[in-house]
């Protein structure tokens, strides 16, 4: 019987042993699928920041060019109304007649840069009280403002915006 009680002990003792490796094989396959998920995280992570930061740069880069853009805009926009007005003032004095009330109220003053373009040509003729009038609706005005700035009756301002609109 001993023989038999040794050998129950090492079937036993094997068994225990086979139920340590599974369950050591078990921890090992969670603490490897568990590393693989924080080594994936970290990656995935490292991914996003990656991400954030281009986007960042591009955000920047965008606002520095539209801030560019605006600027030229603005400069563009500047000589043009200085040119507007030059013309107005030569065509007035040419007429003999006063510059219109008109022609003033819109203007925004010139940058320094927008002074040092070349002199527009002298063919260009001078712009229309309904120029201005399209002048002035384009920049969000209404009728009845239009018709205050231009001392032009608020009907005929109302006409002429509802005739442009028509021939567009």
């Known amino acids: 019987m001993p023989l038999l009680i040794v050998q129950i ?11 340590m490796i599974a369950h050591y094989y078990r921890s090992l396959s969670r603490a490897r699928r568990s590393l693989d998920e924080n080594t994936v995280r970290r990656q995935v992570a490292r991914e996003v920041e990656s991400l954030q930061s281009a986007v960042g740069a591009l955000l920047k880069e965008m ?19 200085q040119a507007l007005r030059s013309l107005e003032r030569r065509a007035c004095q040419e007429k003999g007649a006063e510059l219109p009330q008109a022609a003033e109220s819109f203007a925004r003053p010139v940058p ?3 002074e040092k373009e070349p002199p527009v040509q002298e063919t260009l003729a001078p712009p229309s009280k309904y120029d201005i009038i ?11 403002e239009i018709a205050r700035r231009t001392q032009i009756a608020r009907g005929e301002v109302e006409l002429v ?6 021939n567009r």
Do not use: F, H
């Open 9 to 19: 002990l090492v079937l036993l003792a094997q068994a225990a042993l086979l139920g």
């Open 63 to 81: 606002r520095r060019s539209a801030q560019e853009a605006s600027r030229e805009l603005d400069e563009k926009i500047a000589a043009a109304e």
């Open 112 to 114: 320094a840069s927008a």
């Open 134 to 144: 399209y002048i002035l609706a384009g920049q969000g005005l209404d009728a009845a």
């Open 161 to 166: 915006l509802g005739l442009r609109g028509k």
